[in-house]
């Protein structure tokens, strides 16, 4: 199983020590594409401040970020699964898994990013601010720049880590950069997570996206997916682990060949 997972907008500090070394990265048929994004980024935030800060999408209370970037090549990295904080990764826990899950981790999360395109969760890198709907002045929108290079660095990354089945959890900004296609589309489940709530006077039940909790509650899902050890091959048999999980799932498989599963998680408490 590989799972994709968003990057978090909020991020620790760069770590102490060595700072990026871009070979080091996983998925190396990336690395082009990789340099051509972070030379124009320093390059940007190194200029002009002003319309770095347009660009990113920054308020002025985050201009501190634009110096961040500067600083890409020489700043400490730390592994990536300590860069990413927010919601979702709170409650995925990585620090805290036992050793069996976290080695699990290593091998099945694959991180979405504005900057890198893509990394494992022991990539080192350091703390940055690019999200995936950043346009850069010179290589224009990340989302559609990142394609090119994903199409065939991708589909060799599944096929490398052994995973019959694609868990995409990505947000829709991260999900434009790659989706899956032919085969792999039908080996591949989104996951939405949805709140159902039964109004008290009509007992009509009303379902939502509430987008922190969506975020917890995938966090919590690939927790016990990896404390588990599941191996789930295809979208049909993921859906009966979850289950067995005690998740509520509903499945919608795909109308015609070349498109992912659609799964909802259905939650009545939201915490």
């Known amino acids: 199983m590989l799972v994709l997972l ?3 907008e909020g991020k620790a500090a760069s770590g102490r020590g060595a700072p990026l ?9 990336l690395a082009g594409a990789r340099a051509a994004v972070l030379d124009e980024l320093v390059e940007l935030c190194a200029a002009d401040q002003d319309k770095a800060r ?25 592994p990536a699964g300590e860069i990413y904080t927010g919601v979702l990764y709170d409650a995925l826990g990585l620090a805290t898994l036992d050793p ?3 080695r699990r981790a290593a091998k099945s999360l ?18 940055y601010r690019c999200s995936m709907g950043v346009r850069l002045p010179g290589l224009g929108a990340l989302g559609a720049y990142w394609r090119t290079p994903m199409e065939s660095v991708l589909p060799e990354a599944v096929e490398e880590a052994g995973a019959g089945l694609v868990l995409d959890l990505r947000s829709s900004a991260y999900a434009t950069a790659w989706k899956p296609k032919g085969e792999l589309a039908g080996r591949t489940a989104t ?19 509430v987008s922190h909790f969506n975020k917890a509650t995938k966090g919590r899902l690939v927790r016990e997916l990896l404390t588990a050890g599941a191996r789930p091959k295809d ?10 999980l005690g998740y509520v799932v509903e ?18 408490e939201i915490h």
Do not use: C, M, Y
Not at 56 to 75: D, H, P
Not at 235 to 244: G, Q, W, Y
């Open 21 to 29: 070394k871009p070979e080091s990265l996983s998925l190396p048929g």
């Open 110 to 127: 694959l991180v979405f990013s504005g900057l890198w395109g893509a990394v494992r969760i022991g990539d080192r890198i350091p703390s």
């Open 100 to 102: 069996a899950a976290r």
């Open 191 to 209: 996951v939405r997570v949805l709140h159902a709530q039964t109004d008290p006077v009509t007992g009509v039940e009303k379902r939502s996206v």
């Open 54 to 78: 347009e660009v990113l999408g920054l308020s002025e209370g985050l201009r501190g970020e634009i110096a961040k970037n500067v600083e890409l090549r020489t700043a400490g990295a730390r």
């Open 6 to 8: 968003p990057p978090s």
């Open 235 to 244: 979208p049909a048999s993921l859906v009966e682990t979850v289950r067995e």
């Open 251 to 268: 499945a919608t498989a795909p109308a015609r060949a070349g498109r992912p599963w659609a799964l909802d998680v259905v939650v009545t």
